[in-house]
C-alpha cells in the first residue's frame, strides 16, 4: 500500500508541516518561534499568534519540498495534545479544514505517542526500528515518562515526574544562571567543556519509577544565591562547571529509573525520546549502558527529537492502517489524562 500523510504539528512553540509516504519522511519543516527567547519561557499567547503566521507557509513548504501535491495526500494528521490549548487550536483548526476540503480523513495524534512513535520513521539513514515490546524514557519540556510500549497503539506509562519536567530542570536552571530559554542546547553544548563531578547536587529519593525534579533546581538556586554572595562573578567564572554538574546530576537521575524499570520489566530494548533525548551526555550514558548493561538501545536521529511533524505524520500512518479516524467535532486537549 502506498500512504502519503501530512502531520501538523502546533503543541508549543514551534509550527511544522511533514508529508510522510508510508514511513519514509519527505519533508519535514520547522519553523520555530524566536519571540519567546527575550521573555525567558514560551508565552501563550504569541505562541497561537506566530503559529496562525506560520502555518500556511510551513505547510506550503512541506508540501513543495516532498514533491506532492495536496491533492496526492491520503489523510491530515495533527497533533491533538498535550499542550498549550491556543497553540494546538491553530493546528486542530488547519487539518479540520484541510480534511473537509480535500475529502479525506483527519487523524488525531497524541503528541507524546508521537515522540516515540518517530524511532519508526526512516529516511536516507538505515536506522535500526525497536522490536516490541520496548521501554522508552520519553523526556520533552513538558513531560518525563517511562513507558512500556507494547504495540503502536499500546503504550503504558509505568513512571512519571511528579513535579517538573526534565526538560523544565533544563531550562529553569538556565534561567537561574541567567542563561537564555530555551537552556537545554546552551547547557549542552557548555557542559561539553566543564568537569561534571565540579559541584554536586543532591538527587530527590522518590518512590518506585517516578521522577521528581523541583528539589534540584530549589538547591541550586540556594547554591548559587550563597556563592554570589561571596562572590558576585561566581556564574560566569563557573559557567562550563556547572552546567557540566547540573547536566550530570539531571542525566543521573533519569538514568537510575530506567535501570530499575529495566530490572522490573525484564526488557532490554530501551529507547529515548523528546526534546531532551538530544543531549548528548544522555545519549552517551545511554550508549554506556548498552554496553555495560546489555541494553540494545535506541537513539532517534537528533531532528525527531524535538518537536517535528514527521513523528506526526508517522503516528497518523499507523492509525490510518487501523481506519481510526477522528470527527471534525474533535476538541485539543491540554492535559495527557484529560482524554
Ligand atoms: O519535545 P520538545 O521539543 O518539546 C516539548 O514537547 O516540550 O522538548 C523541549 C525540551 C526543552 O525543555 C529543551 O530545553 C529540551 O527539550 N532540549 C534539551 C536539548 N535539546 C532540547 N535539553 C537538553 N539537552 C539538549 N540538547
Ligand atoms: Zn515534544
Redesign the pocket.
Known amino acids: 500500500m502506498s500512504v502519503y500523510i501530512l502531520g501538523i504539528e502546533s ?4 509550527t511544522s508541516a511533514a508529508v510522510i509516504h508510508n514511513t519514509r519522511v519527505l519533508s519535514n519543516i520547522i519553523a520555530n518561534q524566536r519571540v519567546h527567547e527575550k521573555y525567558g519561557g514560551v508565552v501563550p499567547e504569541l505562541a497561537s499568534r506566530a503559529h496562525q503566521q506560520n502555518i500556511i507557509p510551513v505547510i506550503d513548504t512541506a508540501l513543495k519540498e516532498a514533491k506532492i501535491s495536496k491533492n496526492n495526500l491520503h489523510a491530515i494528521a495533527f497533533t491533538r495534545g498535550p ?1 498549550l490549548l491556543g497553540s494546538l487550536l491553530v493546528g486542530t483548526s488547519f487539518a479540520k479544514a484541510m480534511s473537509l476540503s480535500l475529502g479525506i480523513p483527519l487523524i488525531e495524534t497524541d ?2 505517542h508521537a ?1 516515540i512513535l518517530a524511532h519508526f520513521l526512516t529516511d536516507e539513514e538505515e536506522r535500526p526500528v525497536p522490536r516490541f515490546p520496548f521501554l522508552c524514557l520519553t ?5 518525563t515518562q517511562i513507558v512500556v510500549v507494547k504495540a503502536h497503539d499500546d503504550l503504558k506509562i509505568i513512571g512519571k515526574t511528579i513535579d517538573d ?4 530542570a ?2 529553569k536552571s ?1 534561567k537561574i544562571m541567567g542563561l537564555p ?5 546552551l ?3 557548555l557542559a561539553k567543556e566543564g568537569k561534571p563531578d565540579a559541584f554536586s547536587f543532591p538527587e530527590p529519593r522518590i518512590p518506585d519509577l517516578d521522577y521528581s525534579f523541583s528539589g534540584l533546581k530549589t538547591s541550586i538556586l540556594y547554591f548559587l544565591r550563597d556563592q554570589l554572595k561571596q562572590n558576585p562573578d561566581f556564574i560566569e567564572q563557573n559557567k562550563v562547571d556547572l552546567c557540566a554538574s547540573i ?1 550530570s546530576t ?1 542525566i543521573s537521575i533519569l538514568m537510575k529509573k530506567l535501570e530499575l524499570a529495566v530490572q522490573q520489566t525484564g526488557i532490554k530494548e530501551v529507547a529515548i525520546a ?9 545519549r552517551h550514558a545511554m550508549m554506556e549502558a548498552a554496553e555495560k548493561l546489555g541494553w540494545k538501545v535506541f537513539l532517534p536521529k537528533l531532528s525527531y ?4 511533524a514527521a513523528m506526526i505524520a508517522m503516528a497518523g500512518y499507523f492509525k490510518y492502517l487501523d481506519g481510526d479516524f477522528a470527527s471534525q467535532k474533535i476538541a485539543p486537549y491540554a492535559r495527557q489524562s484529560s482524554r
Open positions: 503543541s508549543c512553540d514551534d499542550g503528541h507524546m515522540h523526556v520533552s519540556g513538558g513531560h519536567a526534565a526538560g523544565e533544563f531550562d538556565a530559554y530555551p537552556g537545554g542546547p547547557i549542552d553544548k547536566q539531571i523528546g526534546g531532551v533525548s538530544a543531549n548528548s551526555g544522555l527529537s524535538t518537536d517535528n
